[in-house]
């Protein structure tokens, strides 16, 4: 009975088991079906190749028929007979080995139940025996030693040349921007392909003009504080790193080799116009789904290249178009690191931290900086020692834009200018900012970064560099988009940002500073830096002096024309008046003579003459000349003139001077009658008024102009009218009607 018992127990036992060991198998194959890795498209050749074998063989009766093709006997005989006798490097006939593992786990060997692996003693001969008749065959054959080279890499001039030869191609951005951001940043090509708008970022701590290098000084321009960088996510690239990696690019010497001037350019012409872009946030997935990025982190950078092979035959149509070749043809990555070396004399360890190469067979230290300096300075080239000076980054039109480079993360612009450079090479960034600011919009850092931060720098680049692509492209794409987004005066701007640029390159003396200790180049840097500030400064200065005169004197020209336009109108009035006058005086003398031939008439009263008219200069009767025997007897001088004012200045003081009232300043005045009194003193008065303003003026017949200004001033007022609202004005005469003759134009 105990016996019974234990058998069912252990029965139970081993049921309990195979449902784990069957729970575990099912668990296992559904993991590996979910978690499949993407796999490489040279492990889908090879394994291609593989079942096309064993299918020949297996119909050739060499080989059993089975449920599996990869079976010991099948692999070892595929690397016996096949592999041993493949005419490739070692490494890749290595390969295969990797990409036959790769299909055995995941699709022929995935129940759990069973293990297989395809590298065992025979395929380890085998790969010996491929490899030592690989390197026969090799050094038998007759090859030019001169080809092949590890040092045969493209010059400083031949790279800039074929670049310049890039800009001319039809896919001209995606060429253009790989080649210097591969070279400057060591990436891959296929990394290129990869990235995407969110993967731009503006790095402030990284930047050239940072305080602790000590090779940089102090006091550099505005655009060198900071650096745009390329985030390299973990699991996507080559590399498949477990953390993410960042690269970058210093500002370029040479405007052409510069990744981040090809990035703005590259941006500016697709970004300008599209429509198709926003900045709302991801929809919600659906129901156990994976969430999505937003439509624009999807953007990539390289648009039109799908895989390597369009890349090849691109950048092989590039090399012939320039007459040019090089081995490795789209290894960019390699042509950088060999600038960086033999001509930056940067060492291996500083190289890695760009690459991002396992240094010593170990991983990086994660206390090693992303982004190291020296790296960085020589890739924008300068060497090791040179201080880092692009002159075209110090020029910017403050001016003319009135643009203030202060930016706050997610708050927007602190001083928004009524004119910026971000909205001018990106017309649609207001429209792309209010989209990630409504209730939908994309929130993230990355938004923030690129919206913020990124595009205004890149579009400050655009500008600066559009300098020199406006004189050597001036009908490529760029230029002619470039004059058209820009304002009219920025072609003469960028003539003068170019002779600049000159004149900063020609007056730093890089050559004749090496020599000198880190602080004397530091020293030179700052004193070298302050003069190129002062410098323009005092073009600034001598700017707005020119302006100022040019306003003068447009002040000036206008008050001339108001001048000659008042005297002409003077002129005019005065003209009128005396060819009243005249008929006036006219129109008496015929009435006169008409009188004087009538008969008069005995016992009849005389015919009385109508009164004179006005008394004008044309009709008022001439004073005599007082002589000796006048004042000799003492007779009380009364002027002859008429007690009423005249209706013009201009006629005041022709009556003034032909009456000679000047002499009757001074002599006494009881014997005057009361309107003689008034009237002389209202005609001394304005009279005074005349020489005042004759004295501010300069020439010849100062009073006559001077009358003709009191004329002028007077407007529809009589003389008299004139005379009372000045009396009423004057700052020594108080009363209180002077607030009512206000109204008066003086």
């Keep these: 009975m105990q016996q019974q018992q234990q058998h069912q127990q252990h029965q139970q036992e081993a049921a309990t088991a195979a449902g784990?060991?069957?729970?575990?198998?099912?668990?296992?194959?559904?993991?590996?079906?979910?978690?499949?890795?993407?796999?490489?498209?040279?492990?889908?050749?090879?394994?291609?190749?593989?079942?096309?074998?064993?299918?020949?063989?297996?119909?050739?009766?060499?080989?059993?028929?089975?449920?599996?093709?990869?079976?010991?006997?099948?692999?070892?005989?595929y690397f016996s007979e096949?592999?041993?006798?493949?005419?490739?490097?070692?490494?890749?006939?290595?390969?295969?080995?990797?990409?036959?593992?790769?299909?055995?786990?995941?699709?022929?060997?995935?129940?759990?139940?069973?293990?297989?692996?395809?590298?065992?003693?025979?395929?380890?001969?085998?790969?010996?025996?491929?490899?030592?008749?690989?390197?026969?065959?090799?050094?038998?054959?007759?090859?030019c030693?001169?080809?092949?080279?590890?040092?045969?890499?493209?010059?400083?001039?031949?790279?800039?040349?074929?670049?310049?030869?890039?800009?001319?191609?039809?896919?001209?951005?995606?060429?253009?921007?790989?080649?210097?951001?591969?070279?400057?940043?060591?990436?891959?090509?296929?990394?290129?392909?990869?990235?995407?708008?969110?993967?731009?970022?503006?790095?402030?701590?990284?930047?050239?003009?940072?305080?602790?290098?000590?090779?940089?000084g102090v006091g550099y321009g505005a655009f060198d504080d900071a650096v745009v960088c390329y985030i390299l996510d973990k699991y996507v690239h080559k590399t498949r790193d477990n953390k993410k990696r960042v690269v970058a690019a210093w500002r370029h010497k040479h405007y052409l080799r510069c990744a981040t001037g090809s990035l703005a350019m590259n941006l500016f012409v697709r970004l300008y116009a599209d429509a198709g872009i926003n900045f709302y946030a991801a929809p919600p997935p659906p129901p156990g789904g994976d969430p999505g990025f937003p439509m624009w982190q999807k953007v990539k950078l390289i648009r039109e290249w799908g895989d390597e092979k369009a890349v090849q035959s691109a950048f092989t149509a590039l090399y012939a178009r320039a007459?040019?070749?090089?081995?490795?043809?789209?290894?960019?990555?390699?042509?950088?690191?060999?600038?960086?070396?033999?001509?930056?004399?940067?060492?291996?360890?500083?190289?890695?931290?760009?690459?991002?190469?396992?240094?010593?067979?170990?991983?990086?230290?994660?206390?090693?900086?992303?982004?190291?300096g020296p790296v960085l300075r020589v890739m924008s080239g300068h060497q090791q020692q040179d201080c880092y000076w692009v002159p075209r980054t110090r020029l910017f039109p403050w001016?003319?834009?009135?643009?203030?480079?202060?930016?706050?993360?997610?708050?927007?612009?602190?001083d928004t200018p009524a004119l910026a450079a971000d909205e001018l090479i990106f017309p649609r960034i207001a429209q792309w900012r209010a989209q990630q600011a409504s209730p939908t919009g994309d929130k993230s850092e990355a938004a923030n970064n690129f919206l913020w931060k990124v595009l205004p720098r890149l579009a400050?680049?655009?500008?600066?560099?559009?300098?020199?692509?406006?004189?050597?492209?001036?009908?490529?794409?760029?230029?002619?988009?470039?004059?058209?987004?820009?304002?009219?005066?920025?072609?003469?701007?960028?003539?003068?940002?170019?002779?600049?640029?000159?004149?900063?390159?020609?007056n730093r003396r890089v050559d004749g500073v090496h020599a000198l200790n880190d602080a004397t180049r530091a020293a030179f840097s700052a004193l070298l830096h302050q003069m190129t500030e002062q410098r323009k400064e005092q073009q600034q200065h001598e700017e707005a002096c020119k302006q100022r005169e040019e306003a003068c004197k447009r002040r000036e020209e206008e008050r001339e024309r108001r001048e000659e336009e008042r005297e002409r109108r003077v002129e005019e009035r005065e003209q009128a008046h005396v060819t009243a006058l005249r008929q006036m005086q006219t129109a008496f003398e015929a009435m006169t003579q008409q009188r004087q031939h009538q008969l008069p008439i005995r016992g009849a009263a005389p015919v009385l003459a109508p009164p004179p008219a006005?008394?004008?200069?044309?009709?008022?009767?001439?004073?005599?000349?007082?002589?000796?025997?006048?004042?000799?007897?003492?007779?009380?001088?009364?002027?002859?003139?008429?007690?009423?004012?005249?209706?013009?200045?201009?006629?005041?003081?022709?009556?003034?001077?032909?009456?000679?009232?000047?002499?009757?300043?001074?002599a006494p005045r009881t014997h005057w009658s009361d309107a003689i009194k008034l009237s002389f003193n209202k005609r001394k008065y304005l009279y005074d008024k005349i020489n005042e303003e004759a004295m501010r003026l300069q020439g010849l017949n100062k009073l006559e102009r001077a009358a003709k200004l009191l004329d002028e001033r007077r407007s529809d007022l009589t003389a008299n009218q004139y005379y009372t609202a000045l009396r009423t004005n004057s700052p020594s005469k108080k009363t209180r009607k002077r607030k009512a003759a206000e109204r008066y134009i003086i």
């Design 20 to 77: 784990v060991a069957e729970r575990a198998r099912q668990n296992t194959q559904s993991n590996t079906a979910h978690a499949k890795v993407v796999k490489d498209r040279t492990y889908v050749s090879e394994w291609r190749r593989y079942k096309e074998w064993v299918v020949d063989e297996r119909a050739a009766g060499i080989i059993p028929d089975g449920p599996k093709f990869l079976t010991r006997e099948n692999v070892d005989l």
């Design 82 to 143: 096949i592999i041993v006798n493949r005419m490739v490097v070692a490494n890749t006939a290595r390969r295969v080995v990797s990409a036959l593992q790769v299909f055995a786990d995941e699709e022929e060997y995935t129940d759990g139940s069973e293990t297989f692996t395809i590298e065992s003693a025979t395929v380890k001969k085998a790969l010996v025996a491929q490899k030592n008749l690989y390197q026969r065959k090799q050094s038998k054959q007759v090859e």
């Design 145 to 216: 030693s001169h080809s092949n080279l590890p040092t045969n890499v493209l010059t400083e001039a031949q790279t800039t040349r074929i670049v310049g030869e890039s800009l001319r191609a039809q896919n001209w951005k995606d060429m253009y921007l790989s080649w210097t951001v591969c070279e400057q940043t060591f990436i891959r090509n296929h990394s290129m392909r990869v990235l995407t708008l969110r993967h731009l970022r503006l790095d402030e701590a990284h930047g050239p003009n940072m305080k602790g290098d000590d090779n940089l």
């Design 323 to 372: 007459s040019l070749s090089w081995a490795k043809n789209t290894h960019l990555r390699k042509m950088g690191m060999e600038h960086g070396s033999a001509r930056g004399e940067l060492a291996t360890h500083q190289l890695t931290t760009m690459s991002k190469h396992k240094a010593d067979k170990g991983k990086l230290s994660f206390y090693e900086t992303e982004l190291f």
């Design 399 to 414: 001016q003319q834009l009135r643009c203030i480079p202060t930016y706050s993360l997610g708050h927007g612009r602190v």
């Design 460 to 506: 400050v680049c655009a500008i600066q560099d559009g300098i020199c692509w406006l004189k050597e492209f001036p009908e490529h794409e760029v230029s002619r988009l470039l004059l058209h987004a820009m304002p009219a005066w920025y072609p003469q701007w960028a003539t003068q940002a170019r002779r600049e640029c000159d004149n900063m390159e020609s």
């Design 614 to 666: 006005a008394a004008s200069p044309a009709t008022m009767p001439q004073q005599r000349a007082r002589n000796v025997n006048d004042a000799l007897r003492n007779i009380p001088r009364i002027p002859a003139m008429p007690t009423g004012l005249p209706d013009s200045i201009a006629a005041l003081l022709v009556q003034h001077e032909q009456f000679d009232l000047v002499s009757f300043n001074l």
